[in-house]
């Protein structure tokens, strides 16, 4: 739903491209909802709350889902996700927020780690802030795979660290958890495949 929302595409458009996706997609009975967009940036809230009413007006039992992005928010993290309650009216939030560096010497330091903590459990505590408050549920996306972002090398979390996440969210009261798998692990196992079972 890039088109839609947080897009420069005509907004008397959006109606016909939103109607095409859902019958693409209606047929199959996995189809759950549609993502209208990731990671926006507060001037986008506004038209992304239209994209999000026309589809509760074409699929009112679909989910409409959108990523905040946890970064963004900084010290300022509550007023961001209040901006984004206020302006698109969810049924929940979401965002992403890792912390699990890769201590290899050379692309994070201690310092970089405990900042990271510092800013993950800020953000948690912060979006169950702005959830009680306004009574919208929030998930999060976990740390699920080695990526790199920015200035930041995340490291593919172990086990004990997934599970460690899970109760994190759950414990700050996250509705709904989420992960990025961005490729296809290989056929091999791995500490992933392993987790599945």
Avoid at 5 to 24: C, E, F, R
Avoid at 63 to 90: E, K, R, S
Avoid at 142 to 169: C, D, K, M
């Amino acid at each position: 739903m890039g088109q839609v929302g947080a897009s420069t595409t005509p907004q008397d458009q959006w109606q016909p491209i939103t109607q095409a996706v859902l019958n693409d997609y209606n047929p199959y009975p996995a189809f759950a909802g549609l993502h209208t967009g990731d990671e926006p940036v507060p001037s986008q809230y506004a038209p992304i709350g239209t994209a999000v009413r026309l589809v509760r007006q074409l699929a009112p039992t679909k989910l409409v889902d959108n990523n905040l992005a946890g970064y963004f928010g900084g010290p300022d993290w509550g007023g961001v996700v209040q901006g984004f309650i206020d302006q698109v009216h969810p049924s929940y939030f979401s965002f992403d927020r890792y912390m699990l560096l890769m201590p290899d010497g050379y692309h994070n330091t201690p310092a970089q780690q405990a900042t990271a903590e510092s800013q993950f459990f800020t953000t948690l505590a912060n979006s169950r802030l702005k959830s009680v408050a306004n009574g919208v549920p929030f998930w999060c996306y976990l740390q699920g795979v080695a990526h790199h972002s920015g200035a930041n090398y995340f490291r593919h979390p172990n086990y004990g660290e997934t599970i460690w996440q899970i109760n994190a969210a759950l414990a700050y009261g996250a509705r709904g958890l989420q992960w990025f798998t961005y490729w296809s692990p290989p056929a091999a196992p791995t500490s992933a495949t392993r987790f599945s079972r």
